[in-house]
């Protein structure tokens, strides 16, 4: 099962590498990873999406708050949250394609933020299953770049991860 | 008042009461090693190799309550140590380990003996620090020694560079340290102990299985407490020996993989297991879906959350420090335990199990390696402290020594590193000066860290090895034999030196004996006449001899090799 684990730590040299290392030496698997900075500048949040049974997942967790870094850990995936990820992506935008890139940008939401005569960089932010929708529609012969911020999740309305 | 770093390093540790630091100086650490010199508190104990100065730190602390402290030089002085920091890690044993690193301005320009301390220890540290201000430095010795000695011990890396090392600032060492990232759960859920202790009354066939972690939290006479109160059979990992005593009727033995064949069919015909401080690993469960194939009811105290339901599912976890848990359980227990009356029959069948002798082997021409461990025994009273290296000789000191009390038997259980057992024989003697030390070793393991004999001669330690020289690599050899048709692929040891004269030639004393009757002449002349000196005891014996019981890897508990079967 997909799960997405929120992480708050300790926002010192070496942090990352630490839960990084966790993950490959322990062989458990990374979709995404995502950190940054909290709005407490000593603390970092990261978003790691990861799949896995219920038995790896309960040592994920685990494992995770062993170690010293970490503040804070939860499996956002096992109660109502959100999640998003934004992506960038260059398309050639020529001749007819040009109007076709435009139209499938607006029916996803997306927004053209750079143009020049033959491309378009097109943000879109959504849930991961939407961007790969979006690739999947575009002709792939189209795509000339594309790049994803992976995800960042947050629980709903009162489950709130904070010191 | 300010002081240069390299003066706060040596005022943290008086602080921290340190006695000993084993180390090795080097360009980094010379500042370091300067106010060494101007001081008497802190002794400082010369190796030969800091592969050497991180087993002694670690076998000091193993044998007593004390952290165990190394001090080693940036890049080769660091990579030396590795070996020991992992080994040290794997049995988490409390150690603070302090690095020299190269100044920080030449940090990460490949500077003259820089390497990534950090990167290249983490993965076997329980967490590591890089100092780069030496304002940083009072706080982070004192973070380093709560983190390494609280929750599940383990060692901590401490980097620091030169610069860091001559800098002054202020000192004051902090009294109490707070982290908001770190707060291992001390006393156990009550509630999960009420439960705990509902299942040992319902239970017909109780085995109580206990480990290492029983031996790090000073919780051996709790458990011997509880043990008896329940009046069920006991079987210690070989991390745990010596947390129940050996000797008592009650203990089935060792487990595992050369387990006794009364302790492996306890284990795994156990309709309770109450797990303390143990973590079914490989080596003691065997294969886990054979093992998962009994049902039975798991009760698992540990202060490792993620020990708890990582090789086999837990019916009752207790996350909490192993003695205050026992603790709890005793008193509960106290309201008047009843054990079902099944239990009786359940012992009649260990009895027969027992019966199997399967321990049993025969002294013929050549000296059997099993003979000298038992003879070892008779000697020491029992009451040496025994260390021991990897190989057979491991597995045969610990069928055979039997430990009464915990922190006798030092070895390397996790990583399994041939070399510690000099090493580790030192440490444990500056720990408990005026005890009885006996190394177990065999040919292959003491050349790793044969080096050490030096040390132990300037600092006079009057350690006993007990060399069990089959000229093979015992181990390898047998599961050659075993499992590879017999083909001795580069198991075979050449070259030996003669080690009595190698002992001599570092100013020890040497024997050598090859006749069974020897065996018991020459150790108590080891132990007697030979008390205050170091004695290499070169033990000729049976190359063929073999370690059962044997759980092949892969195989079940009960499908064990014994020595009878062949
Ligand atoms: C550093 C290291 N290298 C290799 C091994 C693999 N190994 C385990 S036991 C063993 C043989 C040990 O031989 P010896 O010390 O002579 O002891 P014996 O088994 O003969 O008693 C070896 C090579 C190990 N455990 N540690």
Redesign the interface.
């Known amino acids: 099962m997909r799960h997405i684990i929120s992480i708050l730590l300790e926002n010192e040299a070496g942090a990352l590498s630490r839960v990084a290392g966790l993950f490959s030496a322990r062989g458990y698997n990374i979709e995404t990873l995502t950190v940054a900075p909290t709005e407490d500048a000593s603390l970092s949040r990261m978003t790691i999406v990861t799949w896995g049974s219920d038995d790896v997942l309960e040592q994920i967790t685990k494992q995770l708050n062993k170690l010293v870094d970490v503040v804070k850990v939860v499996d956002l995936s096992e109660a109502a949250h959100v999640e998003r990820e934004l992506m960038l992506i260059k398309v050639r935008a020529t001749g007819k394609d040009r109007e076709e890139m435009k139209r499938m940008a607006d029916i996803f939401r997306g927004r053209i933020i750079d143009v020049t005569d033959s491309t378009y960089v097109i943000e879109l932010t959504g849930t991961s299953a939407k961007l790969d929708s979006f690739i999947n529609a575009l002709d792939a012969g189209l795509i000339l770049e594309t790049v994803r911020t992976g995800v960042s999740g947050i629980g709903r309305g009162d489950r709130i991860l904070k010191v | 008042m300010m002081i240069t770093g390299a003066e706060i390093v040596i005022r943290c540790l008086q602080e921290e009461k340190v006695e000993h630091v084993f180390g090795y100086p080097g360009g980094s650490v010379l500042h370091i090693y300067d106010e060494l010199f101007k001081q008497d508190q802190i002794k400082h104990i010369l190796v030969r190799h800091e592969q050497a100065a991180v087993h002694a730190a670690d076998a000091y602390s193993r044998s007593s309550r004390k952290v165990g402290v190394a001090l080693v030089t940036s890049g080769p002085g660091v990579t030396n140590a590795v070996t020991g920091i992992a080994t040290a890690y794997m049995d988490s044993v409390p150690l603070v380990v302090l690095c020299g690193q190269v100044p920080t301005f030449y940090i990460g320009q490949d500077a003259f003996q820089e390497c990534d301390t ?2 290249i220890t ?2 076997c540290v ?2 590591n620090f ?1 100092v780069k201000d030496v304002k940083d430095l009072a706080l982070t010795l004192k973070k380093a020694f709560h ?1 390494a000695t609280t929750g ?1 011990p383990g060692p901590v890396v401490v980097d620091i560079p030169k610069d860091v090392t001559a800098l002054k600032c202020e000192f004051e060492y902090p009294k109490t340290v707070q ?4 707060n291992p759960v001390v006393k156990g859920h009550l509630g999960q102990i009420k439960k705990a202790v509902q299942l040992l009354a319902e239970a017909k066939r109780p085995v109580i299985y206990t480990g290492g972690g029983v031996i790090l939290s000073d919780a051996a006479e709790k458990l011997t407490q509880l043990a008896r109160k329940l009046g069920f059979p006991v079987t210690n990992t070989l991390m745990g020996l010596g947390g129940f005593p050996a000797t008592d009727k009650q203990n089935v033995g060792m487990l595992g993989m050369h387990g006794s064949y009364e302790a492996n069919m306890t284990m795994h015909y156990a309709d309770l297991i109450l797990a303390v401080g143990a973590r079914f690993d490989d080596r003691v469960i065997g294969n886990p879906e054979h093992f998962g194939k009994e049902q039975r009811k798991i009760i698992h105290v540990d202060i ?3 020990s708890i ?2 090789r086999v599912k837990v019916d009752v976890p207790i996350v909490g420090n192993v003695p205050d848990v026992l603790e709890e359980m005793i008193k509960l227990l106290d309201d008047g335990f009843q054990a079902d009356p099944a239990v009786a029959d359940w012992w009649r069948q260990i009895e027969e199990w027992r019966g199997r002798d399967s321990l049993r082997y025969k002294q013929g021409q050549y000296i059997m390696p099993q003979y000298v461990v038992e003879k070892l025994y008779e000697v020491t009273g029992g009451d040496a402290f025994i260390t021991s290296d990897v190989g057979q000789h491991q597995m045969f000191a610990a069928q055979y020594y039997k430990f009464d009390k915990p922190r006798r038997w030092i070895n390397s259980g996790g990583l399994g590193t041939m070399g510690v057992g000099l090493p580790y024989a030192m440490g444990v003697r500056f720990a408990n000066p005026d005890m009885p030390v006996a190394c177990i070793t065999g040919e292959g393991s003491i050349q790793m860290c044969i080096q050490e004999l030096s040390t132990c001669k300037q600092f006079e330690l009057p350690i006993k090895i007990i060399n069990l020289n089959n000229g093979m690599l015992g181990m390898v050899r047998q599961w050659q034999e075993m499992f590879y048709s017999k083909r001795y692929s580069q198991s075979y040891v050449t070259s030996l030196p003669d080690f009595v004269r190698l002992a001599e030639s570092y100013g020890h004393v040497g024997m050598k004996i090859e006749r069974p009757e020897d065996v018991e002449p020459a150790l108590r002349k080891a132990f007697t006449e030979h008390k205050n000196d170091l004695v290499f005891m070169d033990f000729i014996i049976d190359p063929t001899a073999n370690v059962f019981p044997m759980v092949a890897a892969g195989k079940g508990l009960t499908e064990m090799i014994l020595a009878e079967d062949l």
Do not use: A, C, E, F
Not at chain 2, 179 to 182: E, V
């Open positions: 950090v990167g983490r993965p329980k967490h890089l983190i599940r982290m908001r990232s770190y490792d959350p993620s339901s990582k």
